[in-house]
């Protein structure tokens, strides 16, 4: 059974620092869309990838999340 599990699957500098940021939203975008029970586009698979980094300060901003392929 797959499932979201909120402290599992929050962003990590979330869990680690007790504050929520939008990159945190970003983060969370991603680890939804792996939930997801159907396949994913080639697109979306990298978008997945793209916006569940570990690293917040790799992680897109919203804006810059938009401009993925995924969106065009």
């Not at 007790?18 to 586009?41: E, F, N, Q, R």
Request: contains cysteine; proline residues 7%; negative net charge.
């Amino acid at each position: 059974m797959v499932y979201f599990d909120p402290l599992a699957d929050w962003a990590p500098e979330a869990i680690e620092t007790h504050s929520y940021t939008k990159k945190a939203d970003i983060y969370m975008v991603g680890k939804l869309l792996s939930k997801l029970l159907c396949p994913l586009s080639e697109e979306a698979y990298d978008f997945e990838r793209f916006t569940t980094t570990m690293n917040p300060d790799l992680r897109p901003t919203a804006k810059e999340a938009l401009q993925h392929t995924w969106f065009s």
